[in-house]
């Protein structure tokens, strides 16, 4: 992983664990960003690499609950709906909480380098639940995907 990467990663005190899964990520999971396998994949490998590294927490992929309502960031007018199978609303990619809780921890977005949409929509989310849902952290990460490839190419940690 680039040296620019780590250093901006490690800006945070939630960069340590996120490294430590990135890492484990691409020695144990580059086959999946090297054949372009769905996001959703990537996502889920990530999350279980993540959960080792957080174990006081609950790590869950597109968790879409706050208590027992669904979570909603109203400034996007996107509201979660358990039926989407298209990831077109606020589900976050992977979250670190205290379920049951108001303790939202760590949020981020994942996008692989293959992926045509627009990154806006990962940053006006995450600004959301940092801003709204009083996520401690949000991070975007981009993995290098397709053709061969395998890595990390940007992260970025959101502020306010």
């Not at 769905?38 to 006081?56: D, I, T």
């Amino acid at each position: 992983m680039d040296e620019a990467i780590r250093t901006k990663l490690l800006e945070s005190e939630a960069g340590k664990p996120v490294l430590d899964a990135l890492t484990a990520l691409l020695a144990q999971d580059a086959y999946l960003l090297r054949v372009d396998a769905n996001e959703r994949s990537v996502v889920h490998r990530f999350a279980l690499h993540l959960q080792a590294q957080l174990p006081k927490l609950h790590v869950d992929c597109e968790y879409n609950r706050d208590g027992v309502d669904p979570k909603r960031i109203q400034h996007l007018y996107l509201n979660p709906d358990s039926e989407d199978t298209e990831a077109k609303t606020v589900f976050p990619d992977v979250i670190a909480h205290s379920r049951d809780s108001k303790d939202n921890y760590l949020v981020i977005e994942l996008k692989k380098t293959t992926n045509t949409v627009s990154r806006e929509v990962d940053f006006a989310k995450l600004r959301g639940y940092k801003g709204n849902l009083k996520y401690h952290f949000a991070l975007f990460i981009e993995l290098a995907a397709g053709e061969g490839k395998a890595g990390v190419s940007r992260v970025e940690w959101i502020d306010g």
